[in-house]
């Protein structure tokens, strides 16, 4: 066989889970005719951020005068960073240029499709590809502290905030000089193994830290990242994405509680326009072969101001022209052909003949 490649540039990422291909083949069944799409190409933009929450102890005010500590949090607040932005190709079947390509009985070809009807390869399994991953949300466990689970008999039953924040320094006293005893071996009996001692200072360093937060304060942080999902046109075009905020994060692209980042398009290789003898052509020559596309090309830029956070030059189904591979190619008796396409932008990946 003949091994035919085809300049076609492949997409920079296709996310993280993996496609199933599903097997078609002509037969009886569906009169010998086969049914399938060409791709619409989507663009996922992901937004990585950070939820900083901080909450102020209850005896923050007693700090420096207990602990020393100067550097304390006095107020709950909620702030937002603004981390990455990627951005990912993907697709969906276009309804426009859905086909059904008839073939005899005699060797009749496989399809395999997309989940959602898309053509992958023919005669000839694909190789795997994979579509963007679901929204995630995570937190930062760590940075959590629940001081009240250490509060002792003798705070609870202080009769003021300020005699609570005395008892509770005196408490983290205790804690540090029984850590520095086991440390040392000024004990009267020390852990049983390397374990136990491990153990011990855990949990002593977990109370104290516990402690020292109902003065200094306690921070939590939640990494979140968001997805939007748009549809490339044919034209140029710049638009608000987003807005974002220090205070509210993420917040849409008409709320003016955040400053705008823009999405700008930019066609640079448009090979869709056709003329209206094109298009009546093209109809008339409708499931005839086996289309495929020619796709065209864009730059995206995601900007906040004139700084660019993302940027990267994709190939557009929409952008592309639509040809036809003769069908009695892929059924030919002594040498079917095989191809591989590209499910995101149509184009063909490899033909071996």
């Known amino acids: 066989m003949k091994k035919l490649l085809l300049p076609v540039l492949f997409m920079a990422a296709?996310?993280?889970?993996?496609?199933?291909?599903?097997?078609?083949?002509?037969?009886?069944?569906?009169?010998?005719?086969?049914?399938y799409s060409l791709p619409t190409t989507m663009l996922e933009v992901e937004v990585q951020t950070t939820k900083i929450s901080v909450k102020a102890g209850p005896y923050y005010k007693y700090a420096e005068k207990y602990l020393?500590?100067?550097?304390?949090?006095?107020?709950?607040?909620?702030?937002?960073?603004?981390?990455?932005i990627s951005l990912t190709p993907?697709?969906?079947p276009n309804k426009d240029e859905s086909y059904v390509v008839k073939f005899?009985?005699?060797?009749?070809?496989?399809?395999?499709?997309?989940?959602?009807?898309?053509?992958?390869?023919i005669n000839s399994e694909p190789k795997q590809m994979a579509?963007?991953?679901?929204?995630?949300?995570?937190?930062?466990?760590?940075?959590?502290?629940?001081?009240?689970?250490?509060?002792?008999?003798?705070?609870?039953?202080?009769?003021?905030?300020?005699k609570m924040a005395e008892v509770a320094a005196k408490q983290i006293y205790r804690i540090r000089e029984s850590k520095l005893n086991i440390l040392t071996g000024d004990v009267d009996q020390l852990p049983a193994d390397g374990e136990s001692f491990k153990l011990i200072i855990s949990q002593l360093e977990e109370q104290e830290a516990a402690l020292t937060a109902m003065f200094i304060g306690t921070t939590k942080k939640e990494y979140i990242t968001k997805?939007?999902?748009?549809?490339?046109?044919?034209?140029?075009?710049?638009?608000?994405?987003?807005?974002?905020?220090?205070?509210?994060?993420?917040?849409?692209?008409?709320?003016?509680g955040g400053a705008p980042i823009y999405l700008d398009y930019k066609v640079v290789e448009n090979l869709s326009e056709l003329t209206e003898e094109q298009k009546k052509e093209k109809e008339k020559n409708k499931n005839k072969g086996v289309a495929?596309?020619?796709?065209?090309?864009?730059?995206?830029?995601?900007?906040?101001?004139?700084?660019?956070?993302?940027?990267?030059?994709?190939?557009?189904a929409q952008l592309g022209s639509v040809y036809q591979?003769?069908?009695?190619?892929?059924d030919d008796k002594k040498m079917p052909a095989k191809a591989l396409f590209n499910p995101i932008s149509g184009g063909i990946i490899e033909v071996i003949q």
Do not use: C
């Not at 496609?19 to 009886?28: C, F, I, N």
């Not at 005899?104 to 390869?121: A, E, M, Q, V």
């Open 104 to 121: 005899k009985s005699g060797n009749p070809p496989s399809f395999y499709l997309t989940t959602d009807g898309i053509l992958w390869s």
């Open 90 to 92: 993907y697709s969906k």
């Open 292 to 316: 495929y596309l020619l796709p065209g090309k864009a730059k995206v830029n995601i900007l906040s101001g004139n700084k660019s956070l993302a940027e990267s030059e994709i190939q557009v």
């Open 14 to 35: 296709f996310g993280a889970f993996a496609q199933e291909a599903t097997k078609v083949t002509a037969g009886k069944h569906n009169d010998f005719g086969l049914a």
């Open 131 to 162: 579509y963007p991953q679901q929204e995630n949300i995570q937190a930062d466990k760590k940075n959590e502290n629940p001081y009240y689970t250490v509060l002792s008999e003798e705070q609870l039953s202080a009769g003021s905030t300020a």
């Open 227 to 256: 997805k939007i999902q748009i549809t490339p046109g044919t034209k140029d075009s710049k638009e608000i994405l987003f807005r974002f905020s220090k205070y509210l994060g993420v917040v849409n692209s008409d709320d003016l």
């Open 68 to 84: 020393g500590v100067q550097e304390i949090v006095t107020e709950d607040m909620v702030t937002w960073e603004l981390n990455s």
């Open 325 to 330: 591979f003769p069908s009695n190619i892929f």
